[in-house]
């Protein structure tokens, strides 16, 4: 918006010069692109509308100096017939229009415009084309609001419709090209034919030239979004077009009509005939706001006294009635920004200064403090992405009615969705099994090696009456449930818990695989392999989930500080046959109970069945590292340690050498 300041003159005094009215509106938060000689062009944000005109930037402009602005006075001589009997309007598309007024002169004289409304045009960027054209567009960028002019003797049938373009219509508009339109487009049309784009440019039929005797002015208010389509649409765009699409107000329509008529009469002679042509909705009540200055005070941090208040938002346009204790303010003209108290906070700090608003350095310091939670997951998804499985993100929907229902965590029925996205997902998940397993079944379908994969999510649960959410951890892996026990047992490892395995029977496992998981004698979730119809994989592959929460709230993860021994270890490997229901939290307790204090550690290797071992038995190989503090341990010592163990197997588990 290019702003010649001697224009802007008549409006309101501003400052001396072109860089000291260029620095107060930046201080109001008006954007100054650059300034040149006596113009100055604002950059213009969407929300300002009001900006777009010369009496908008007035009034920024007076409420920032503290003076008045000069709204011109209009004189409207009217004399001759009514102008509702020489025209006819008609607003058929009511939804896209909501005020459509048309006043008529008779008798112009078409022709050049005076000097001095050149120069302010065309310091503003616009260029003269004649007196009657040029006075809608002075008119245009003195009050923001859009005018258009038709040579009423080349309005067919004497009547003006404003209805949506037929099908294909075309209309050749007054840059000269034919534009094609759809029943989406706004025109304005007479009995026959479209003779404008609504609020976009008008036709080449009625355009206004040297003989044009008779006009008719148009001032409007079109719907932003239908005029933005239709812009888009025909890449056709202009000053009337940009300010359409911001929105212009219901009460400057008919102040621009009569300003422009009035200006007709003093330029161009003519008479103007009686009335106006006013088709509206009903005129839009302006929003209303209850404004404290106490809450100016607690939200700026800034003291304004109430008659500064009243002083700065009278200074904008608004209507402020109210005591002092709390103000009602109506919202200026043109400002569709301003609706609630906080809005009008805003506009105090912008003119009051937003460097007076105090600067407090202070601050205080809180430490920061880790969420448990987190650091939890982050231990979880380093261990088991250290040991090649893959995270994942799964549908939090299930099928409904499935067989293969692993339902571990609730007795009750599925949650089911009040408005599901398709007919197979129809309600919440229970468990985080089902997913993950149809993600090994679909690298498995395109011949990916199978990799095990976790996720950490919420299932979804009825509580009574009510609904709940729980927090697992979910892991599927092909192959045994050893594989699986062993991935668990990193994570609590990492998390230092124990692992703590109980024999169970869940009917979504295999019979003899599925295991209840501890933690201080509670039951936190299962593992085990899953039944050939939930996994749907050609070979074996296992599952476990665990409650994710109960790991959080007993995960040790600041461990105390153990001095590196340096001490070489010697390791022992044992295969020992056991009984069938026999449990490495069994085998493992005895060892520990068995063995010296120089035992460090003792760690499951594999499991054998078949040639050799006799049905209703297993062979279970596991390791062993013996390690003192404070010498190195001697073979004998160590053989005469792994004895005592195996005694401790036998007598305790029946358990012999193999």
């Not at 490892?493 to 024999?503: H, S, V």
């Amino acid at each position: 918006m290019k702003v010649p300041i001697s224009w802007l003159k008549e409006y309101v005094d501003p400052p001396a010069t072109p860089a000291e009215l260029a620095k107060l509106l930046v201080m109001a938060g008006v954007g100054v692109e650059s300034v040149e000689g006596d113009v100055l062009d604002l950059e213009i944000t969407a929300n300002r509308a009001d900006l777009l005109s010369m009496l908008g930037v007035a009034r920024e402009t007076g409420v920032n100096v503290r003076k008045p602005v000069r709204v011109p006075e209009l004189a409207l001589a009217e004399s001759g017939d009514d102008v509702a009997n020489a025209l006819a309007v008609e607003v058929a598309a009511k939804d896209l229009c909501t005020r459509y007024t048309a006043r008529m002169v008779t008798g112009v004289k078409v022709g050049p415009s005076p000097s001095w409304m050149v120069q302010r045009l065309e310091a503003a960027g616009v260029r003269s084309i004649n007196n009657v054209v040029d006075i809608t567009n002075y008119v245009l960028l003195e009050s923001g609001q859009p005018l258009h002019a038709f040579d009423a003797g080349l309005l067919r049938g004497k009547k003006i419709v404003v209805r949506r373009a037929a099908p294909d219509e075309k209309l050749l508009a007054i840059d000269g090209k034919e534009y094609k339109l759809t029943k989406d487009n706004l025109v304005i049309a007479d009995a026959e034919r479209a003779v404008a784009i609504a609020g976009v440019m008008g036709g080449k039929d009625t355009e206004i030239t040297n003989a044009t005797v008779d006009v008719v002015i148009e001032s409007a208010q079109f719907d932003p979004v239908s005029v933005r389509r239709t812009g888009r649409r025909l890449a056709l765009s202009s000053d009337s077009s940009y300010r359409f699409e911001r929105g212009v107000d219901f009460d400057t329509v008919d102040w621009a009509s009569r300003r422009a008529v009035a200006l007709i009469l003093q330029l161009a002679g003519g008479k103007a005939r009686k009335g106006v042509i006013d088709v509206s909705a009903a005129r839009p009540a302006r929003p209303v706001a209850k404004v404290r200055p106490a809450r100016i005070s607690q939200v700026l941090g800034l003291s304004v006294a109430a008659p500064r208040v009243r002083e700065i938002l009278a200074g904008l346009g608004a209507q402020v009635a109210g005591s002092d204790a709390e103000l009602e303010v109506t919202a200026p003209v043109g400002r569709r920004d301003l609706k609630i108290e906080v809005d009008y906070i805003e506009e105090v700090a912008r003119i009051e200064g937003y460097d007076k608003i105090p600067c407090d350095t202070s601050f205080g310091l809180r430490v920061a403090v880790d969420n448990p939670e987190d650091l939890v997951r982050e231990v979880v998804r380093s261990a088991l992405t250290g040991v090649g499985a893959y995270e994942c993100l799964t549908w939090s929907f299930a099928e409904a009615g499935t067989p293969n229902r692993v339902s571990f965590w609730t007795a009750g029925a599925p949650i089911p969705l009040r408005d599901p996205l398709g007919n197979v997902d129809r309600t919440l998940r229970e468990s985080l099994v089902p997913r993950l397993l149809e993600v090994l079944q679909t690298n498995e379908s395109y011949k990916e090696p199978l990799r095990p994969v976790f996720e950490i999510a919420h299932l979804y649960r009825r509580d009574g009456k009510a609904y709940g959410e729980k927090n697992v951890l979910a892991i599927a892996a092909p192959g045994d449930p050893l594989g699986v026990k062993g991935l668990l047992e990193t994570v609590l490892e990492r998390a230092g818990i124990p692992l703590d395995l109980q024999p169970a029977a869940l009917p979504f496992l295999e019979a003899g695989s599925a295991a209840e998981v501890r933690i201080g004698g509670t039951v936190v979730g299962y593992l085990g392999q899953a039944g050939a119809a939930l996994s749907g994989l050609r070979n074996p592959a296992s599952v476990a989930e665990i409650d994710f929460d109960a790991v959080v709230k007993a995960a040790t993860l600041t461990r105390p500080y153990r001095d590196f021994n340096r001490q070489p270890p010697v390791d022992r490997d044992l295969a020992v046959v056991l009984a069938e229901a026999t449990t490495w939290r069994q085998v493992e307790t005895a060892v520990r109970a068995a063995a010296p204090p120089t035992l460090e550690s003792v760690r499951f290797l594999n499991e054998y069945k078949g040639k050799g071992i006799e049905p209703g038995f297993k062979s279970w190989a596991f390791s062993m590292v013996f390690r003192a503090a404070d010498r190195t341990l001697a073979g004998p010592e160590v053989d005469a340690s792994v004895q005592s163990i195996l005694k401790a197997l036998e007598r305790d588990l029946r358990a012999r050498l193999r």
